[in-house]
């Protein structure tokens, strides 16, 4: 190779060079002009007014705050965007939306008795559920497993339904990022008589803590047992009288980890007539 054709040679490494080092540059700016707009739009710090400038139009379905009832705030963009926020429950905690000064905030509430589907329960629906079943006759018991597994989130694929599928195996995981209490509760179809419930747990969860609870509509729970605490792997619960109830809920209050988790549950249960 001749020293022209090998000065070409450098030219066009060198261009190519270039334009690589430009390519990754805008990537760069792009990713981080991306990342910026994804923050202005979708991120929302209570009690801050970052959107003041970007909103056309705010507008609350509840003229005030109402923790007890699950409200939806409609925000209209500048750039033609509408987007909804609704309230939603972190652990016991509400994420209240509102509007102030045609800007959207968003306030954390702890509830007390509490919080499910985006609103607080409150106390007086808590406790005294129970008594409509009190004329209800148990006969022959037997442990079973109940019909369906609902929990307050989950993990991946650690589903609710893997605590009654009687595998010690599998798991229900909470979601790590929401904050204690976490709960699943267990739906037998129709009100049942209960005097014991076998709780599995994951090693790696132990001790767990939590709150035996019972409940005719799976909205107003009355608690059974307070500060239950799974030790080792199993625990043998013996209720303190006949529970009559469709749903028991395991509120989980604390565990080794931060996911909630459960292994199974198995219930000594008579059909109530």
Same mark, same amino acid.
């Not at 060079?17 to 990342?35: D, M, Q």
């Not at 910026?36 to 009690?47: E, V």
């Not at 003229?63 to 509408?82: A, E, H, M, P």
């Not at 307070?226 to 030790?231: A, F």
């Given at each position: 190779?001749? !020293?022209? +054709?090998?000065?070409?040679?450098?030219?066009?490494?060198?261009?190519?060079?270039?334009?690589?080092?430009?390519?990754?540059?805008?990537?760069?700016?792009?990713?981080?002009? @991306?990342?910026?707009?994804?923050?202005?739009?979708?991120?929302?710090?209570?009690?801050?007014?970052?959107?003041?400038?970007?909103?056309?139009?705010?507008?609350d379905s509840?003229?005030?705050?109402?923790?007890?009832? %699950?409200?939806?705030?409609?925000?209209?963009? !500048?750039?033609?965007?509408?987007?909804?926020?609704?309230?939603?429950?972190?652990?016991?905690?509400?994420?209240?939306?509102?509007?102030?000064?045609?800007?959207?905030?968003? !306030?954390?509430?702890e509830c007390?008795?509490?919080?499910?589907?985006? *609103?607080?329960?409150?106390?007086?629906?808590?406790?005294?559920?129970? +008594?409509?079943?009190?004329?209800? %006759?148990?006969?022959?018991? %037997?442990?079973?497993?109940?019909?369906?597994?609902? *929990?307050?989130?989950?993990?991946?694929?650690?589903?609710?339904?893997?605590?009654?599928?009687?595998?010690?195996?599998?798991?229900?995981?909470?979601?790590?990022?929401? %904050?204690?209490?976490?709960?699943?509760?267990?739906?037998?179809?129709?009100?049942?008589?209960?005097t014991n419930?076998?709780?599995?747990?994951?090693?790696?969860?132990?001790?767990?803590?939590? +709150?035996?609870?019972?409940?005719?509509? *799976?909205?107003?729970?009355?608690?059974?047992?307070?500060?239950?605490?799974? !030790?080792?792997?199993?625990?043998?619960?013996?209720?303190?009288?006949?529970?009559? *109830? @469709?749903?028991?809920?395991?509120?989980?209050?604390?565990?080794?980890?931060?996911?909630?988790?459960?292994?199974?549950?198995?219930?000594?249960?008579?059909?109530?007539?």
């Open positions: 190779m001749n !020293k022209r +054709n090998l000065n070409i040679t450098f030219q066009i490494l060198g261009g190519i060079g270039v334009l690589v080092i430009c390519l990754g540059l805008l990537y760069t700016f792009n990713l981080s002009f @991306r990342e910026q707009i994804l923050t202005i739009y979708y991120t929302i710090s209570p009690g801050t007014t970052s959107y003041q400038s970007e909103i056309l139009s705010c507008n509840g003229k005030d705050l109402d923790y007890f009832k %699950r409200g939806i705030v409609s925000v209209n963009y !500048k750039n033609g965007i509408t987007d909804l926020y609704g309230d939603n429950c972190e652990g016991s905690l509400i994420n209240e939306y509102y509007c102030e000064f045609n800007n959207l905030n968003v !306030k954390k509430y007390e008795a509490g919080c499910f589907e985006g *609103a607080c329960i409150t106390p007086s629906e808590e406790e005294g559920v129970l +008594n409509e079943n009190i004329s209800l %006759r148990c006969h022959s018991y %037997r442990i079973t497993s109940p019909l369906n597994a609902v *929990a307050q989130n989950e993990f991946s694929y650690y589903s609710a339904l893997n605590a009654i599928d009687g595998d010690l195996t599998t798991h229900w995981f909470g979601d790590p990022a929401h %904050r204690y209490p976490k709960w699943i509760y267990f739906d037998f179809g129709n009100p049942v008589c209960v419930i076998d709780l599995y747990a994951f090693v790696q969860d132990t001790p767990i803590s939590g +709150n035996i609870q019972a409940s005719n509509d *799976a909205i107003r729970w009355s608690t059974i047992l307070s500060n239950v605490t799974i !030790k080792n792997v199993s625990l043998t619960i013996d209720l303190p009288q006949i529970v009559t *109830a @469709r749903y028991i809920r395991w509120f989980e209050t604390s565990s080794n980890r931060s996911y909630g988790s459960l292994t199974d549950a198995r219930f000594r249960i008579s059909d109530a007539y």
